[in-house]
T-cell receptor, first 115, second 114 residues
């Protein structure tokens, strides 16, 4: 089955700096790579995703990159703000139009943005 | 709009007792349903998922089982709890016809086995 490794497990940055979280996956069939954010005491929520036919995607201060050959993908947050402090999860999955709708999550990165 | 409910919110059970956690979704039909366990605020471990009534996929061999008796109801059970079953259990749903990878999580159940 799929295995997703996520690094680092904790990350502390100063407000305004950039943060990068990296993930690797093992199953070359995976073609969906979502990222979730979980604030303290809240539920995980999807913040951005990338598909295998795209190398990079941006949404304001957040960007994701994907290298299918190397089987790794990354989350980049620029101009970090205290409200970016949370646990971030990467995930990988594939769907061929059949019955597989499973995501494999990384173990999470605790991001702390210091004011 | 769609909502997802889980109950109970917290539960303290002795070792060897049975377990039943319930999850229901409103405002959608034929959702994918998922049970996760989250350890210490991290690590979303997929336990079970279901694409339809009576269809359950088990991801991790363990002391737990799941059932989907109705389209929007997902139940996590155990006949005899172990200490290692303690944790935070999250139910989630997604739309199989659209952004299936966007999962919507419930508020969770904090289970303590004593």
């Amino acid at each position: 089955g799929e295995n997703v490794e996520q690094h680092p497990s904790t990350l502390s940055v100063q407000e305004g700096d950039s943060a990068v979280i990296k993930c690797t996956y093992s199953d070359s069939a995976s073609n969906y790579f979502p990222w979730y954010k979980q604030e303290l005491g809240k539920r995980p929520q999807l913040i951005i995703d990338i598909r295998s036919n795209v190398g990079e995607k941006k949404d304001q201060r957040i960007a994701v990159t994907l290298n299918k050959t190397a089987k790794h993908f990354s989350l980049h947050i620029t101009e970090t703000q205290p409200e970016d402090s949370a646990v971030y999860f990467c995930a990988a999955g594939f769907n061929s139009g059949g019955s597989n709708y499973k995501l494999t999550f990384g173990k999470g990165t605790l991001l702390t943005v210091n004011p | 709009s769609q909502t997802i409910h889980q109950w109970p919110a917290t539960l303290v059970q002795p070792v060897g007792s049975p377990l039943s956690l319930e999850c229901t979704v409103e405002g959608t039909s034929n959702p994918n349903l998922y049970w996760y366990r989250q350890a210490a605020g991290r690590g979303l471990q997929l336990l079970f998922y279901s694409v339809g009534i009576g269809q359950i996929s088990s991801e991790v061999p363990q002391n737990l089982s799941a059932s989907r008796p109705q389209d929007r109801q997902f139940i996590l059970s155990s006949k005899k709890l172990l200490l290692s079953d303690s944790g935070f259990y999250l139910c989630a749903w997604s739309d199989p016809g659209g952004r299936w990878y966007e999962q919507y999580f419930g508020p969770g159940t904090r289970l303590t086995v004593t």
